[in-house]
């Protein structure tokens, strides 16, 4: 069993939240679930766009990336595995979520899920957790990780 690891890391401008979109892009695999969490305007969809954008230009393709906010869900495939974007800030029960798909997508694809408490029992324990939050410099992230893969992208040692 590993143990849980967390980083805080200050995001001073968008293009900095993209790089550090565009550095854990390549690590996720099918089964993998990155929680993003935090208010409004926080960066939150800016940061999953940059994931899913670096994820389709490594495999050569391009599309475009709209906000889920409306759809709940945008399904991308980079050749490799799919990859959801899940906003459920309109979502409020588990029941709805397994409509959707989410709960086998949990499984079989990269899941980035925005307003994650809405997944209730559905949280995978394994998932990275992402907080955003609002600073006088721009805005922190705190990521909270059990899976060792991620321990050189948040430079922390095994």
């Keep these: 069993m590993s143990s849980e690891r967390s980083v ?4 001073k401008t968008p293009d900095e939240t993209a790089q550090a979109a565009g550095l854990l892009a390549p ?8 929680l993003l969490d935090g208010n409004l305007g926080t960066g939150k969809t800016h940061f999953a766009r940059a994931l899913i954008q670096k994820r389709l230009e490594d495999a050569g393709l391009w599309e475009e990336v709209p906000s889920p906010t409306y759809t709940l869900v945008q399904i991308y495939n980079d050749g490799l595995t799919e990859i959801w974007h899940s906003d ?41 957790q992402l907080k955003f939050q609002m600073n006088g410099q721009g ?18 040692n095994a």
């Design 88 to 128: 459920l800030y309109r979502l409020h029960s588990t029941e709805e979520l397994v409509e959707l798909g989410l709960d086998v997508a949990l499984d079989t694809a990269i899941t980035l899920i925005e307003w994650p408490d809405r997944l209730g029992e559905l949280t995978p324990k394994n998932a990275l």
């Design 139 to 156: 805005r922190s992230l705190h990521a909270t990780w059990s899976d060792t893969r991620l321990n050189v992208l948040m430079g922390v």
């Design 27 to 34: 690590l996720l695999r099918a089964g993998d679930c990155v």
């Design 8 to 11: 805080e890391l200050c995001l």
